[in-house]
């Protein structure tokens, strides 16, 4: 009797063990099923002769960007659209991570926990994708880049949906280049510079510079001048403006007008390191976004070693700070909207590219914000003129240079938004060794917009 009774135990703990190893997996398998599914070893999913369709991907308006015909993957019958939305729609071999056919792959081929990769009725609901872009507003925007490699990118800061995203360098699904990967033109193709990439921003950057003086000095900042004859010598080494112009005595306004480093060099030296640091991971450097669930790569800034002359020119934008450009765009929604954003969504349906996130969304006070509002409008109406952009759209933006050296011309950008609430639009413009920040990256947004109008 006892050794019945001892092998009765062990099976009831091993039945015990059973079952709850079986409810483990059972749980794993409704959480990460969709997951395992779509690992590259996959041979149901993605050999030649799979049987998987992937659903159709569609823009805000629901014109077809891709989709499955004859077990191909056909995409839009546009080769200007095709290249301006690679990185977000995706490419047949799903090189590109940040893409909706990557990221979404679970839902495109109808995945579920009860059929898995089945081709069922059940499996066919629900696997088309409409985005909130707009396919000939991407468009408009691939050909501002005009053949330069960059990021551009437009959301409603009310909403969060995303209407433009544009990333090169690219080029078109339909037709893959060959030896992609050993062709200098191709270089960094698979990555998303919207999503996944960080540039030096140049003078975008004096924004969160004068930020920070709202901060030190809230009741005197707008009054604060400084002297500039072109260049100063700061930490035995010297700090230039643009073409060594003088812009004289001026404030703060007046400088941002001028894009004056002279200017704001001074400011952040008399701000000091720490709490120019502070005021920038305030406002979303050294910060992972996201638009959905998916991560851009952090805007940069770490001035514990600088000394007096690199913290001069961190202050204008260079040094070793970078900038992420759907933060910039996140960053101007948020001036936009008394210093807080709306997280940026890809996909009408709350999914992958269109859930909540849990991130802080206050970047900046409200009075630091309607504060950049007035200085970023001051500086459209008065210094790069109102004609550049739609009518009555009260633009306000700031472009910047960022010089990367070793005989490249500059990064260009613009960021800003639109004041008139009829047209809640922020904007992130950024142009790889373009012109100059108003020749290219300005051109370019102005025509973005004024595509966006019509």
């Given at each position: ?77 546009s080769e200007t659209v095709r290249k301006a939305l690679l990185h977000t729609v995706g490419d047949p071999d799903s090189n590109i991570s940040t893409s909706v056919e990557y990221a979404m792959r679970a ?149 941002l007008g001028h894009s004056c480093n002279v200017y704001f060099a001074q400011l952040a030296r008399d701000i000091g390191a720490a709490a120019l640091q502070k005021k920038a991971e305030e406002m979303g ?63 009408k349906e709350i999914d992958l590219f269109g859930g909540l996130t849990t991130e802080n969304r206050r970047l900046l006070t409200e009075t630091e914000a309607a504060n950049l509002k007035v200085l970023l ?78």
């Amino acid at each position: 009797m006892k050794t019945v009774g001892f092998r009765s135990i062990v099976l009831y703990i091993l039945l015990v063990l059973f079952l709850g190893g079986l409810g483990f997996f059972g749980v794993r398998l409704l959480v990460y099923g969709d997951q395992w599914a779509m690992q590259p070893y996959n041979g149901h999913l993605y050999a030649e002769d799979s049987t998987v369709e992937m659903g159709a991907i569609k823009d805000r308006e629901g014109d077809v960007l891709a989709h499955t015909e004859d077990g191909a993957r056909i995409y839009s019958d546009s080769e200007t659209v095709r290249k301006a939305l690679l990185h977000t729609v995706g490419d047949p071999d799903s090189n590109i991570s940040t893409s909706v056919e990557y990221a979404m792959r679970a839902k495109l081929t109808g995945y579920n926990v009860v059929t898995g990769l089945n081709d069922t009725v059940l499996s066919r609901l629900g696997r088309d994708v409409e985005l909130t872009v707009e396919d000939a507003l991407c468009a408009a925007a691939y050909r501002a880049l005009d053949g330069h490699n960059g990021a551009i990118l437009v959301y409603n800061y009310r909403t969060g949906e995303v209407l433009c995203k544009v990333s090169a360098p690219t080029f078109d699904p339909a037709d893959p280049p060959e030896e992609i990967e050993d062709d200098p033109d191709y270089k960094g193709v698979y990555l998303d510079n919207t999503l996944s990439a960080s540039f030096t921003p140049g003078s975008i950057f004096k924004l969160v510079t004068a930020a920070a003086a709202m901060e030190k000095w809230p009741d005197t900042w707008s009054d604060r001048t400084y002297d500039c004859q072109g260049s100063i010598e700061m930490g035995g080494d010297v700090i230039t403006c643009l073409h060594g112009e003088a812009h004289g005595e001026q404030t703060l306004g007046e400088a941002l007008g001028h894009s004056c480093n002279v200017y704001f060099a001074q400011l952040a030296r008399d701000i000091g390191a720490a709490a120019l640091q502070k005021k920038a991971e305030e406002m979303g450097y050294n910060v992972t976004f996201h638009m959905g669930n998916v991560p851009t790569a952090e805007s940069e800034i770490d001035l514990t070693a600088a000394n007096e002359n690199q913290l001069g020119w961190a202050g204008v934008g260079q040094y070793t700070i970078l900038a992420n450009p759907t933060h910039m765009m996140c960053l101007m929604g948020a001036i936009a909207n008394g210093g807080e954003f709306v997280p940026p969504r890809l996909t009408k349906e709350i999914d992958l590219f269109g859930g909540l996130t849990t991130e802080n969304r206050r970047l900046l006070t409200e009075t630091e914000a309607a504060n950049l509002k007035v200085l970023l409008r001051n500086v459209v109406e008065d210094y790069y003129g109102d004609w550049l952009f739609p009518e009555g759209w009260e633009v306000c933006a700031k472009t910047g240079t960022g010089e990367v050296g070793e005989g490249r011309n500059p990064n260009c950008w613009m960021v800003g938004f639109c004041g008139n609430e009829a047209h809640p639009y922020a904007f992130a413009v950024m142009v790889e060794e373009g012109a100059g920040g108003m020749e290219s990256a300005g051109n370019a947004a102005a025509a973005v917009l004024r595509a966006l109008e019509n």
